[in-house]
């Protein structure tokens, strides 16, 4: 079972560049999440969504947008890549209990 | 709002010493609890859940974890820690009127001395 699945797995990027991150699951689940990782600071949610067609801000969205057009996919934006934006992002899915399953991350580096 | 406090940012234990990871959290009412762990260039993965009933719950790969309302604490626990162990772990709190969103810890890393 592929389970979540994130691509790419790395990439560098300028800044100013655009870029989408794709994140897929075959587990059927409603809820999806874009995370992002940075050292000493935990997860924090950048995007949510409960269902196909919809989507919500989560604590950082500033310089993401995210689109859920099929149940099992669900994408990252960002239109003008900052250093900020320097982080390893992963893609979550879970079933109405929050018992989230994740993606292996994607490692961006904005230079 | 739900929040997360794991107190020790690092441990070091001997391999086959005892461990225990602590988290407290704050809620309002029974919230769903887990605990993740994350091994280096890994995304996280589930190690066990608390959703009702048994206050001590057992997970994957040794490891279990008590659930003390009185003490808003889901302490992680194994007996005999195997180098294998070394790893990030995250303590997460879930609520089920809130999207099934949870709010993780800040994390512990364990490491392993042989």
């Known amino acids: 079972n592929a389970g979540v699945t994130q691509t790419p797995k790395f990439r560098v990027l300028k800044t100013g560049q655009s870029m989408t991150l794709l994140c897929a699951q075959d587990?059927?689940?409603?809820?999806m999440y874009w995370y992002r990782q940075d050292p000493g600071m935990g997860l924090r949610l950048i995007h949510y969504?409960?269902?196909?067609?919809?989507?919500a801000k989560g604590e950082v969205p500033d310089g993401y947008n995210v689109s859920r057009l099929k149940k099992q996919n669900f994408l990252l934006g960002l239109e003008s890549a900052a250093p900020s934006q320097t982080s390893v992002y992963f893609c979550a899915s879970s079933l109405r209990t929050a018992e989230a399953f994740f993606g292996q991350g994607t490692r961006l580096t904005v230079v | 709002a739900q929040s997360v406090t794991q107190p020790d940012i690092h441990i070091t234990v001997s391999e086959g010493a005892s461990l225990e990871l602590r988290c407290n959290y704050s809620y309002g009412a029974t919230p769903y609890l887990f605990w993740y762990v994350q091994s280096p260039g890994q995304g996280l993965q589930l190690l066990l859940k608390y959703f009702s009933g048994d206050t001590l719950v057992q997970g994957i790969k040794g490891f279990e974890a008590e659930f003390k309302r009185s003490q808003s604490s889901f302490n992680l626990r194994k007996p005999s820690v195997h180098w294998s162990d070394a790893a990030e772990y995250f303590c997460?709190?879930?609520?089920?009127?809130?999207?099934?969103?949870?709010?993780f810890g800040d994390g512990t890393t364990l490491t392993v001395k042989p």
């Open positions: 969504s409960v269902g196909e067609g919809t989507t």
């Open positions: 997460a709190v879930g609520v089920l009127t809130n999207a099934g969103k949870s709010t």
């Open positions: 587990m059927n689940h409603e809820y």
